[in-house]
C-alpha cells in the first residue's frame, strides 16, 4: 500500500517535470545556438584594412572587407591622392604621407578612383 502511494506520487512529480525538462533543452539549444551566432560575429570583429597609394596606384587594388571594417588609405606619395567612389558614397582627400579613414556602414561593391589621376582605379567589395 504504501509503495504504492510512493508510485502514485513518483508518477505526478514525474508528470509535470516532463515539460520544464523539455523547456530547459531547448533553452540550452538555444543558447548554443545563440553562442554560436555570438562566435561568427566575434570571428568578423571589426579590422582596420591598409590601402597604400603609392607610385600613383592603389595597393592593394581590391579589397574584401566587411560591414564595420575600416579602410585606411596611406598615401606614400609626394603628390595629393583621393578616393573617390564612382556611385559619390565617399570622397576621400589623402595629403602626402597622411592617411585617410573610412568606416564601411553597407555591403555592395565600390568601384572608386583617384580624381587627381583618373588612371588610380580600385575595387572594394564590402558583405555583411
Ligand atoms: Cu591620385
Redesign the pocket.
Known sequence: MIGHGMEKAMQAMREPLALPALVARSFLVGAVAGLSVWYVVAAHAATVIQIR?EK?AFAPVDVSAHVGDTLEWVNG?F????ATARNKDFNLNVLPNKTGRLVLTKAGTFDYY????PG?KGTITVTE
Open positions: 597609394m600613383v606619395d603628390v595629393a591622392h583621393t583617384c580624381r587627381y589621376h588610380m
